[in-house]
């Protein structure tokens, strides 16, 4: 009855003020209610932790607790006002006479089974196809411009955004450019910003860069030489000046032609200033095409005639727009009856509207018919995030468990969690959220909200949700949920008095605003904290008594506060990016409601350390568990944590006793986690392996048949358990693989056989490495049946396989050939064999084969499995024994990659070669033999990637014609006297040449600017360095090991045109250099340092702290290098890796070495390629 007239009041608030004003103040008095029963039971919840931690104090830490009598007081005084304020609230409401609304339905829409593309709703490019087909022609036929603009034009929901999607996912795309980047603009036209996101759509890594050299810097690394199409969708800037900027450095960072850029935008203005092409003016959909849309999203109702008529009609409402069509179409999918349709077709709003491109009172429409009134709750919640903010899916469902959105029903046997799964799978349904993007198991993990229907969730939240800039605000005080997005270094100014923000239950802000007003923030339930200037936590963060979601993504910070452990609500610590994090607090078990930990997995101490992890029952997340056999870290801890769901590693196995203590980890009742890792420590299993025991373990450890994935290291066991052994064909068995995507076996060198997985019908990606002990791969590795014929299909799903370092497999049988199975790996798109040098027989039936890679075998085997492969697009081959010429057959003219790398009696290529007329990359290095090759001529037009290393005097012929060409090397060409006139290269950006001791000159370059990566390295015979190289505006530079003579490093001070944009160098030194040169210091923007073979340095240098861009310094084989510099003057350093440097080695020996004091605090520390931990 409640729900009845409440709906009526929200029917009537539309039109009548009063009412409207009445339900703000429900809202209010519920969450003042909220807040004092949530009161309640931390103080219950205290009590009981405490008691249990016998813990007997006097005085607590929180005033108000202090006294159980004031406590009372306190609370009854809390609750007799709310009591008055909501028979106030009844009072009015019988005034207004409000009235029950019918029957509401308090359950969430079950939502319709659907077939989803993974990544595009093809839907949703209806009436767009010859757009889609005009911008790809121009995108990738534009090569007389450095930078290329076209606009699309269209009001908010025609499609610009998904148009532009089509063309940046089209085949040719992916094809024609080498980069492809995605930035989301929207209002906030900052040159600097857009910058960052282009360099963070490039690298897929959130960027910490403050400073617009550095980041411009990192992006020329990135782009710099190679042809790219970048979208900026959803642009609103009409400043010219601004796009004149932003254009300055995307010319300056790369000067290649054939560059494009695709802009999204409503404006008209925006298209004139930015347009260099013409522009793509979308235009609204016709009626059948709304209909075409609506049909497909309620594809799975029974369309009679009465709802098709219905259906129609309502697409002539849609305006055209199909973005509302989509949405509209996704709530008629929910309701299923002709009744519903016809509230939908007959609703007020159509009358209401002001004009044909008013769209948010249609969006509200579908916002109205979401149900329970929860699920509007967490709609409207997601205006917290920015408009084209990157939501993700999980973080999302935790936010509205700590907001109290997501209650299960009483009796249900669900969780918070799978309630929010729920309604975000319906959201979605609705089209409010979309962008799905999936991991390989099919699970959401990420999405957007499309711009308009953010609109519509400020304009549902405005009065709850404020969203501040660079702008300054005196009172929130009716602000629950406030988001500060700092700039630089301007920083909002704002009253946090404990009367303005006593209200505010969600705080997300990038900048140290409150300083040490945190403990105002009383009623706060989610708390997100970023950026750099946040340096340091108070412990007053343990009074917010209500928080449940804290995130901080700080990298300056060093230490949490220890009262974070007091936050006994707390059911999210998320301290991911936290680089400079020491230890997290301890009693962490004291957080009984804590549900997910996350930290980056740089980090090992943080689940060593943390102790009695089982306590936490309500655990949701939890991916690493180390193993010990101390007493609170055994692997018993996990028995009472069947909530898990997700990933969960297990590791140093070795110290779980028996199986019956594996058991007690319970992992077959755990069926909400999707990938299990077993791990066991490498060198402890090869120095004293107890197989039966490690068997017995294994056996204990079965998993729930939910499983998705499942990977297996260092298992010293000699074969696998029962139940992964078991037939899923057998009447008895569990079918426990029966979900499995992926499965990876690594380093099981004891195991004499693989399991049967054939029948598996989810399998997609199974890989196989160092199972030393396995001879043979036969049919069993298929089914366990030789008479399959009843199947249609073996390994049905499989797309990629990988066997790699299996020493003693001498067969891998092919079933066909031994039983009436139809077909096998019908779906294998890539296939891996490297490092099985005793193979003598393999399959060859890879209809869909793609990608092959093979090496570390012999040359029978290999043109056994190339024999009948017809549909290859990318074929690398390496150390393949006795292989003196490639068969014809394996030139496949569809080829568009092709290596071969440590072929020792290879002498001949075939001819065929020069028919590749669709080949990008050819890479032929460690080839002594090969004297000569076909001609690339043929290939000439597409091909980017050119590596050498052979035994001929020349390179190969038609290279001259080769002007495409990105990346050239030429490596350890032993009788290479000439290079070829490389002045028509006009595209090139990484030019490499060493190991060629008879070369003495190299040729010029038709075009430098474009260079980026320049190494030229132990070529004795060189006696001076090409003059281009002083013209080149490098970021990447390998020199040295030269003859004496050809003093390089004395030059390096007057290559003044690398000196602010070089950031990676590498030297080659000599016998008698007995130091690193001065003129590094020259070189101001150096990320990278590594020093190789300097053979007469004992010490590097004290000026190194003088490179403060120094992030990462590599040594190698510098045999006499004994001393580092200060700490001091490598405290920057991010990275250090000292390899084949013995003297050092020994002097940085964890604990004990003389320079050890000097390097514990950096962060990744790698000594002879084995990781150091801190």
Not at 130 to 143: A, F, N, P
Not at 655 to 662: F, H, M, P, W
Not at 1000 to 1011: A, C, M, N, T, W
Request: proline share 3%; with cysteine; aromatic share 8%.
């Amino acid at each position: 009855m409640i729900q009845a007239v409440l709906a009526d009041a929200e029917r009537r608030q539309v039109g009548e003020e009063r009412v409207k004003l009445w339900l703000q103040r429900l809202k209010d008095v519920a969450y003042d209610a909220d807040d004092v029963l949530d009161e309640l039971a931390y103080e219950l919840l205290r009590r009981k932790v405490e008691i249990q931690n016998q813990m007997k104090r006097k005085v607590c830490f929180f005033f108000s607790f202090s006294n159980p009598l004031a406590f009372r007081i306190k609370m009854a005084n809390k609750v007799k006002t709310i009591h008055e304020s909501l028979k106030r609230i009844n009072d009015e409401a019988n005034g207004f006479g409000l009235i029950r609304a019918g029957s509401i339905n308090g359950n969430p829409e079950t939502i319709p089974n659907r077939e989803t593309d993974s990544f595009l709703d093809h839907s949703e490019v209806v009436g767009r196809k010859d757009s889609v087909s005009e911008i790809v022609k121009l995108v990738t036929s534009t090569t007389g411009q450095q930078l290329s603009v076209i606009p699309i034009v269209g009001m908010a929901g025609l499609g610009k955004t998904t148009l532009a999607k089509f063309v940046y996912n089209h085949e040719l795309v992916k094809n024609y450019f080498d980069k492809k980047i995605w930035v989301c603009v929207s209002d906030d036209f900052d040159d600097k910003r857009i910058l960052r996101g282009i360099l963070e759509s490039l690298t897929g890594n959130p960027s910490q860069l403050e400073s617009k050299d550095a980041i411009l810097q990192n992006l020329q690394k990135e782009l710099q030489g190679k042809r790219y199409l970048l979208i900026l969708d959803d642009v609103w800037n009409e400043d010219s000046l601004k796009w004149d900027a932003l254009r300055g450095c995307l010319l300056g960072i790369n000067s290649n032609f054939g560059n494009n850029i695709i802009v999204t935008t409503r404006s008209h203005k925006v298209a004139e200033i930015m347009e260099t092409l013409s522009r793509q003016q979308l235009e609204k959909l016709d009626d059948d095409e709304c209909w075409s849309i609506i049909k497909k999203r309620v594809s799975a109702v029974p369309l009679t005639p009465d709802l098709e008529a219905i259906g129609r009609n309502i697409a002539k409402k849609c305006g055209g727009v199909p973005l509302v069509a989509k949405v509209l179409g996704g709530t008629m999918s929910l309701k299923k009856v002709k009744s519903q349709w016809l509230t939908i077709q007959n609703s007020e709003v159509w009358s209401s509207l002001r004009d044909s491109n008013d769209m948010l009172p249609i969006l509200k429409l579908s916002f109205d018919y979401l149900s329970p009134p929860s699920l509007k709750q967490c709609f409207a919640y997601c205006s917290i995030f920015p408009k084209d903010y990157v939501i993700d899916k999980e973080e999302l469902i935790q936010h509205w468990m700590a907001e109290g959105f997501l209650q299960p029903s009483q009796g249900s046997d669900l969780v918070m969690e799978d309630v929010g799964i729920m309604y975000f799978d319906i959201l979605v349904a609705n089209s409010l959220l979309q962008d799905v993007v999936k991991d390989d198991y099919d699970n959401i993990v990420s999405c957007k909200m499309h711009d308009l229907v953010h609109d519509l969730t400020l304009s549902i939240s405005k009065l709850e949700t404020l969203i501040v800039k660079g702008d300054s605000m005196d009172d929130i005080s009716h602000v629950r949920r406030l988001s500060i997005q700092s700039e630089g270094e301007i920083v909002p100014r704002i009253s946090f008095s404990k009367d303005h923000v006593r209200r505010l239950r969600t705080l997300v802000s990038n900048a140290n605003v409150f300083g040490n007003m945190l403990s105002n923030f009383e009623c706060l339930r989610v708390l997100i904290l970023s950026g750099s200037s946040i340096i340091e936590l108070s412990e007053s963060i343990g009074r917010l008594i209500h928080l449940r979601f804290l995130r901080i993504s700080c990298h300056n910070i060093k230490v949490l506060p220890k009262s974070i452990a007091k936050l006994y609500n707390l059911q999210t610590l998320n301290v991911c990016y936290c680089y400079n994090l020491k230890e997290l607090p301890k009693d962490l078990k004291n957080l009984v409601n804590l549900r997910y930990i996350c930290v980056d997995y740089i980090f090992d101490w943080w689940s060593t350390i943390l102790k009695d992890i089982g306590q936490l029952k309500c655990l949701q997340s939890f991916p690493s568990f180390f193993v010990k056999q101390d007493a609170g870290h055994r692997i018993g801890e996990l028995g009472q944590l069947n909530q898990l769901r997700g990933l969960l590693c297990i590791k140093d196995l070795e110290n779980v006793r028996d199986k019956e203590e594996a058991r007690s980890a319970n992992l077959a009742e755990k069926a909400k986690i999707d990938e299990l890792v077993f791990c066991w420590d490498y060198s402890k299993t090869r120095k004293e392996v107890n197989h039966h025991n490690e068997e017995d373990v294994l056996e204990g450890l079965q998993p729930h048949q939910n499983l998705k994935s499942l990977r297996i290291d260092n298992f010293g066991g000699k074969k696998f358990p029962s139940w992964m052994l078991r037939s899923c064909d057998a009447k008895d068995a569990l079918s426990l693989f029966d979900n499995l995507i992926e499965i990876n076996f690594y380093g099981c060198t004891e195991c004499e056989e693989v399991p049967t997985l054939g029948c598996l019908p989810c399998l997609k990606f199974l890989f196989i490495e160092g199972m030393d002990k396995v001879t043979c791969i036969g049919v069993k590795f298929y089914t366990m049946y030789s008479d399959d014929s009843h199947r249609n299909a073996l390994f049905p799903a499989l797309r990629k396989l990988k066997l790699k370092n299996m020493n003693c497999l001498v067969e891998w049988q092919d079933v066909m050939e031994v039983t009436a199975a139809r077909v096998v790996f019908p779906c294998l798109e890539e296939l891996t064999i490297k490092d099985c040098p005793q193979l003598t027989s393999a399959p060859c039936h890879f209809q869909s084969l793609n990608k092959l890679e093979i090496g570390g075998i012999c040359s029978t085997t290999f043109e056994k499995i190339c024999s009948k492969l017809t549909t290859r697009t990318s074929l690398d081959i390496s150390s393949v024994s006795e292989l003196s010429f490639l068969p014809k057959q394996i030139i496949c003219t569809s080829l568009r990659s092709l290596k071969i790398e440590k072929c020792g009696e290879l002498s001949q290529i075939p001819e065929a070669l020069h028919n590749l007329s669709f080949l990008e990359t050819l890479e032929v290095k460690g080839c002594p033999k090969l004297m000569s090759f076909p001609s690339t001529q043929a290939a000439a037009s597409l091909l980017r990637h050119l590596a050498i290393s052979c035994g001929g005097e020349v390179l190969p012929t038609g290279l001259q014609f080769c002007t495409s060409l990105q990346d050239l090397s030429i490596n350890d060409c032993p009788n290479l006297i000439l290079i070829p006139d490389l002045r028509e290269f006009r595209s090139l950006t990484k030019f490499e040449i060493s190991g060629c001791p008879n070369l003495k000159f190299i040729p010029d370059i038709g075009e430098v600017r474009s260079l980026i990566q320049v190494g030229i390295f132990k070529c004795q015979k060189l006696t001076r360095l090409p003059q281009w190289l002083w013209d080149c505006r490098l970021n990447s530079l390998a020199i040295g090991g030269f003859c004496e003579e050809l003093d390089v490093f004395s030059i390096l001070s007057s290559m003044t045109s690398i000196h602010a944009s070089l950031y990676c160098l590498c030297l080659y030194g000599w016998t008698q250099l007995n130091s690193i040169p001065d003129e590094i210091q020259h070189f101001t923007a150096i990320d990278e340092l590594s020093i190789r073979e300097f053979d007469g340095m004992e010490t590097l240098p004290e000026w190194l702290g003088n490179i403060s861009s120094l992030q990462c310094l590599l040594l190698y084989l510098c045999k006499n290098l004994v001393y580092l510099p200060t700490k001091q003057a490598i405290q920057h350093l991010f990275r250090l890796e000292i390899n084949d440097c013995p003297k050092l080695k020994e002097r940085c020996a964890k604990g004990s070495g003389a320079e050890w004091s000097k390097i514990s605090d950096i962060l990744s520390l790698f000594i002879d390629n084995v990781y150091i931990k801190r």
